[in-house]
């Protein structure tokens, strides 16, 4: 039953580390009339096949015949009703992931989208596009900074026809910059196929990789249990993380520039968009820090690095600062891998705004939280 390989598959990859991290990618199989694609909210390790949405193909085909609103809040609003009228019975309360028509279109039984930091060390490089050439050639499609949603899938469906024109093919490798990649085939052995062979072959351009052999996170400590208690007073709770590559980022501001922004939509979602990097390393000095990031961001800040010090993690629960820190850790390894690339590229302010104020990626938020 295709259904249970796809449950596999997404066991898979969502228990490998290397390949998903919180709730990041999502994973689907098709048939004739029937999508089963990843419940937004679920995770893929611990995916059964009640995690899936069965969605009604003919009914999200009708989407592309409508025409949406010009004003991004509207059109994505109205977008996401239609996707939820695609529901077939029985599934009214489970929500599809957000990249349903992304799954939908592409002309595979299986399609799997991850972020690796290995892949996301290409896409969110300078010289990502251009290398990506070189490796791949004419198997892969690059899709340009685009926002999620609606637009995103629209962008691909019109690079994908045209890749399907020039070649002949059905393309089954999109890498999409500052975001992931998707892989398609019509069989799970296939899929891992395909990935193993993006994994070796950007593998082998690697120059160097993140140390974290002496890494420590803490969530107590006696040299910063003050600091700790401080700043889960103002956010919920916290935690740290310290070692040699962390020692590196947090030298000084310029040493921090690597990572002082946001790679991906997961690195928004669970790490915030703006890291404050403070040289105050008394209590009152971060929580004066704190205030001045809130006053020039207008949003808390999830990822305080101390000069000389370490990282800190806050979120509103013991959980929701863990997985603020390793989302953190992850956009080490990609700066680190993107040195290999031309170096670091983050999200441009529109695009992490558009994430910033998106409902779909509020409600992953606050999932995750829980």
């Not at 991906?264 to 390393?281: C, K, M, Q, R, W």
């Not at 013991?318 to 290999?340: G, I, P, T, W």
Request: hydrophobic share 40%; net charge neutral.
């Amino acid at each position: 039953m295709s259904l249970k390989s796809l449950v596999e598959l997404s066991n898979y990859y969502g228990k490998n580390p290397d390949y998903v991290l919180a709730g990041g990618g999502n994973t689907s199989w098709k048939d004739g009339e029937t999508l089963y694609v990843k419940a937004s909210g679920t995770s893929l390790a611990e995916a059964v096949p009640d995690s899936f949405v069965k969605m009604d193909r003919r009914v999200l085909a009708r989407i592309w015949e409508k025409r949406y609103p010009e004003s991004s809040d509207e059109r994505e609003s109205a977008v996401l009703a239609d996707l939820m009228a695609a529901r077939k019975p029985g599934e009214e309360k489970k929500r599809p992931s957000v990249e349903i028509l992304l799954h939908d279109i592409l002309p595979f039984a299986f399609v799997v989208h991850l972020h690796p930091a290995l892949v996301n060390g290409l896409t969110c490089s300078q010289q990502g596009e251009k290398t990506a050439k070189e490796i791949f050639g004419n198997e892969a499609v690059w899709i340009p900074p685009v926002n999620p949603g609606y637009v995103l899938s629209k962008t691909v469906k019109v690079a994908i026809d045209d890749y399907k024109s020039e070649n002949g093919k059905a393309a089954a490798v999109i890498f999409l910059q500052n975001h992931g990649v998707f892989v398609g085939d019509n069989s799970s052995e296939g899929i891992k196929e395909i990935y193993d062979g993006i994994m070796n072959k950007i593998g082998t351009r690697i120059k160097r990789h993140p140390d974290f052999s002496d890494e420590k996170i803490l969530s107590a400590d006696y040299k910063i249990n003050d600091t700790l208690k401080a700043l889960a007073d103002l956010a919920g709770s916290a935690v740290f993380m310290r070692g040699g590559e962390i020692f590196t980022l947090v030298k000084d501001h310029a040493s921090f520039a690597p990572v002082s922004s946001a790679f991906t939509p997961d690195h928004i979602v669970y790490a915030g968009s703006n890291p404050l990097f403070t040289e105050a390393n008394t209590n009152a000095g971060i929580r004066d820090a704190w205030k001045k990031h809130i006053e020039k961001t207008g949003r808390d800040p999830k990822i305080i690095a101390v000069q000389g010090l370490g990282v800190f993690s806050v979120g509103p629960s013991e959980k929701a600062a863990l997985l603020a820190l390793e989302l953190f850790r992850d956009s080490v390894k990609v700066a680190v891998y993107s040195q290999s690339f031309g170096g670091p590229l983050f999200m441009t302010k529109d695009k992490i705004d558009f994430i910033n104020n998106w409902e779909v990626e509020r409600y992953r938020a606050n999932i995750s939280a829980k």
